[in-house]
């Protein structure tokens, strides 16, 4: 939950005489204390500074907002004019983010209240109340999904010859079909757990798809309660015939017969469970954090349960029988039509019908890189040293500008040393075999691998050992702090000097996501930047203490506290009469001291225009307070995921733009960086991009004071209003040709 006061920054270790451990290269680890910075100034602070306090209750609940959130994508699958597949991808993505809030929020404020530790929010809030309303909210919402696909996208997808249909719609053909694949492909790795006093009930793993099985001795007469899982192996739809999909517990269910021969199959209900997956790594375990990580990865898997899903037909007592045993509440149970688990149509979503997607769009090459494109190889270096390149995925490749940029450095025998951050990246990363091809290469490669990176803690374990093996420098970063800044850094041999070159990004370097993801870069070889990297990545590999940068700032100790002082400025050029204005893009702002100098600022009249994705605890339109506060919000086919923040300075434009949101984990405990924009034409293109995205011409969702989103997708004459994401593309094509439309 979202908290009144910061926590105190932890800053890098200091050492303990006498106390620490030898790791496994044999090299004495000193056992480490953080040392506290400063608190950031807290509310009472900000008030004794700014002038009069500010009201109680100007924060809107962290939690209700992102369940606005979700609800805006599921109002994106409701929407008729969304092609067909996209609607059922919005009710897959639906369905998974509420997984994740689920395991991650509700889990942990649960856990929070169940140790005492839980306090009001900063809404404000009783924890009791936040969780009344995430569980009434949560059903009216999980209602209105279930209805959307069952009452309208399944039956259109029939009348366009894709049919998710129950093992009673079946043809006799095809039930026998199945009931081969049954046989041959499912029935062997099934395993039914009989619940009785010689077989404790069974444990229920995360998200996984159960039957409860009722089944009655012949003999004795008794009743027996048992449970199939449904073998996340497997695909979730089967296809009985072309594009007629039905889901696999109904075929399992349809052969409960052979999978308890001689007993009498009375009752079968489909059950799903929620766990509490989020991590928590103790601090003293840092010196040994990817055991500790390991273990901890084991024990998610134990959580306790938060969530409850059935379908509506249930049995009263298998629902008792099922809340007793998980020791939950029947508050906590979510009965549901079914099928259960519509995450399982991201594989119906991926049908080769493009006629029901989004009009099929390939990234182009930069401008400012196709000029070197058809050299061999592709000179980046020589691009970078003529000009800042600014980037702007999925619209300019990923491919041909990041990745290839780092291909090259891999493949230079000039080059000297990478440096990278790691936060997720894919299973067949380029990114990794560029970095592997550059230690074998003989170049110093560091990689700093962020291990904690929640739901992908897995892949990076494996993908850092695969890179300490090959002879890369792996660091994990500083204690009680995640990296997740997205840096690259290439030091260069040429002539008699060495020269950097720098990418600097808001998104992760994963070339899968790249092409969904909206995200900005800057590949530079400015020796600011090159020196402020520099020091960065020495303070992520070793011992240094640096927190002044050129054109950088950095979380935890100066990101917060420099945005801030741009926003007080902006109130100085507006009281002077200057050009003033604060423009940001994030994807959450919930920050309390960010917030209330946004307030400051629109009560000296500085015109504010949040641009933001998900969670927002700003409450815009209100008298006295925010009545110059705009807040929009945009979805579409791709995910909105860049950081942005624009000042008026005084008629000299100021931009940043980085990896960092408005939130207390991004601004104290994770190391974040913001790179300022130096060239003014890229200056006046994110300045453009943010008054796109603001504009009463473009389609977005505005926020009310209330807390209520509304969406504003047509004009007064009912026309509908353009996506900023489609003119984007409109504008790529454009330069591209017919063939970027293929």
């Known amino acids: 939950m979202a908290q009144t006061n910061h926590p105190s920054v932890p800053a890098q270790p200091q050492k303990r005489a006498g106390e620490g451990t030898t790791d496994v290269f044999g090299t004495f680890r000193p056992r480490v204390v953080p040392d506290l910075e400063p608190e950031p100034p807290g509310l009472d602070a900000a008030s004794e500074e700014f002038g009069a306090e500010l009201p109680q209750g100007r924060f809107l609940d ?72 995430i569980l009434t909210r949560s059903r009216e919402l999980m209602a209105r999904h279930a209805a959307c696909f069952q009452n309208d996208v399944a039956p259109q997808l029939a009348d366009e010859g894709i049919h998710v249909i129950r093992w009673g719609e079946l043809t006799e053909k095809e039930q026998a079909r199945l009931a081969t694949l049954f046989r041959q492909q499912i029935f062997p790795v099934l395993t039914p757990l009989a619940v009785d006093p010689a077989h404790p009930f069974p444990y229920i793993s995360g998200l996984s798809l159960n039957l409860a099985v009722v089944v009655r001795n012949p003999v004795s007469g008794h009743e ?11 695909s979730r739809f089967l296809e009985a015939g072309p594009q007629r999909y039905v889901p696999l517990e109904d075929v399992i269910a349809a052969h409960l017969e052979e999978l308890f021969p001689g007993m009498d199959v ?24 990817l055991q500790a990580l390991e273990k901890e990865l084991m024990r998610r898997r134990f959580g306790p349960p938060v969530r409850l899903e059935v379908e509506e037909s249930i049995a009263p007592r298998v629902l008792d029988l099922l809340v007793h045993e998980l020791k939950m509440k029947h508050t906590e149970v979510y009965p549901l039509p079914g099928p259960l688990d519509l995450t399982g149509l991201f594989a119906i979503a991926g049908l080769d019908r493009p006629e029901l997607k989004f009009q099929r769009f390939i990234a182009g090459t930069h401008r400012d890189l196709a000029e070197v494109e058809s050299a061999s190889p592709p000179d980046i270096f020589a691009a970078m040293r003529e000009r800042d390149i600014l980037l702007h995925h999925p619209y300019d490749s990923f491919s041909t500008s990041v990745q290839a940029f780092l291909d090259q450095a891999a493949a230079d025998p000039d080059v000297l040393a990478i440096k990278q951050t790691l936060y997720r990246t894919s299973g067949d990363s380029p990114i990794v075999d560029a970095l592997i091809d550059a230690a074998e290469a003989g170049k110093q490669v560091l990689v700093l691998v962020e291990i904690k990176a929640r739901f992908d803690e897995q892949a990076n374990i494996k993908w850092a050992r695969k890179l300490e093996e090959a002879g890369c420098h792996v660091v994990y970063g500083l204690v009680g ?17 060495l020269r950097r070159y720098s990418h600097v990004g808001t998104g992760n370097y994963h070339p899968k996501t790249a092409r969904l993801y909206e995200d ?54 507006q009281k002077a009469g200057r050009p003033a204005f604060v423009r940001i893009k994030v994807n959450s702002i919930v920050d309390e001291a960010l917030i209330d100098a946004l307030y400051r600022a629109s009560q000296a009249g500085v015109p504010v225009d949040i641009w933001v994705r998900g969670i927002c605890a700003v409450r815009p339109g209100v008298a006295g307070l925010s009545e110059n506060i705009r807040i929009r919000s945009v979805l579409g ?19 940043w733009f980085g990896s960092a949101d408005m939130m207390h984990r991004n601004l104290d405990r994770r190391i974040e960086a913001l790179v300022r924009v130096a060239d003014p034409a890229h200056r ?15 389609s977005s969702w505005h926020l009310a004071a209330d807390g209520d989103w509304t969406r504003h997708s047509t004009d007064a004459e009912g026309r509908p209003l353009r996506n900023v994401q489609e003119m984007l593309i409109d504008a790529r094509r454009r330069r591209r040709g017919p063939s970027a439309a293929t």
Not at 91 to 105: K, Q, Y
Not at 268 to 287: G, K, P, Q, S, Y
Request: charge should be negative; hydrophobic fraction near 40%.
């Open 266 to 289: 009375l009752d079968h209900h489909m059950f799903r469970v929620t766990r509490n997956e989020d991590l928590e790594v103790e601090e003293d375990d840092a010196e040994n954090l």
């Open 481 to 497: 702090l995640k990296t997740h800044c997205k840096l690259s850094l290439v030091v260069r041999q040429e002539g008699d000097t």
């Open 62 to 133: 962290r939690e209700r907002s992102w369940l606005a959130f979700n609800e805006r994508v599921l109002e994106l699958a409701e929407d008729p004019a969304t092609p067909l597949l996209e609607r059922a991808n919005y009710l897959a993505i639906f369905a998974s983010n509420l997984d994740e809030f689920f395991m991650v929020r509700v889990a942990g404020l649960k856990r929070r209240m169940a140790t005492g530790v839980a306090t009001r929010s900063a809404s404000g809030l009783q924890p009791r109340d936040v969780l009344d309303l």
């Open 637 to 655: 086919r791709f995910l909105e995921h860049s950081r942005v923040f624009a000042f008026g300075n005084g008629g000299e434009p100021e931009v």
């Open 684 to 698: 006046a293109t994110l300045n453009r991009l943010l008054e796109t995205g603001m504009s009463d011409s473009t």
């Open 224 to 234: 027996h309660f048992a449970r199939v899982k449904v073998p996340p192996i497997l």
């Open 520 to 573: 900005l870069g800057l590949l530079t070889a400015d020796p600011q930047v090159g020196a402020d990297l520099s020091h960065l990545f020495n303070r992520l590999s070793g011992y240094s203490r640096r927190a002044t940068y050129n054109r950088l700032l950095v979380a935890p100790r100066s990101l917060r506290d420099g945005l801030v002082s741009r926003i007080m400025a902006e109130i100085e050029h």
